[in-house]
């Protein structure tokens, strides 16, 4: 299995495990340029084609 077919496994499963409405919890985020507080929470609107959570 090649870097792009594993990506797009993974994207696939955090698509299933995370469906549109899903409730999460942020625990931590190292971006100092938009901090975001610990547990913050959300609704996830949709899981993009590299996995990531748009809430």
Same mark, same amino acid.
């Given at each position: 299995?090649?870097?792009?077919?594993?990506?797009?496994?993974?994207?696939?499963?955090?698509?299933?495990?995370? #469906? #549109?409405?899903?409730?999460?919890?942020?625990?931590?985020?190292?971006? #100092?340029?938009?901090?975001?507080?610990?547990?913050?929470?959300?609704?996830?609107?949709?899981?993009?084609?590299?996995?990531?959570?748009? #809430?």
């Amino acid at each position: 299995m090649n870097e792009y077919e594993r990506q797009r496994r993974i994207a696939e499963s955090t698509k299933k495990l995370y #469906p #549109p409405g899903t409730r999460i919890e942020l625990i931590s985020m190292k971006d #100092p340029y938009a901090p975001v507080p610990a547990g913050t929470r959300g609704t996830v609107k949709f899981v993009d084609s590299m996995g990531t959570i748009f #809430p």
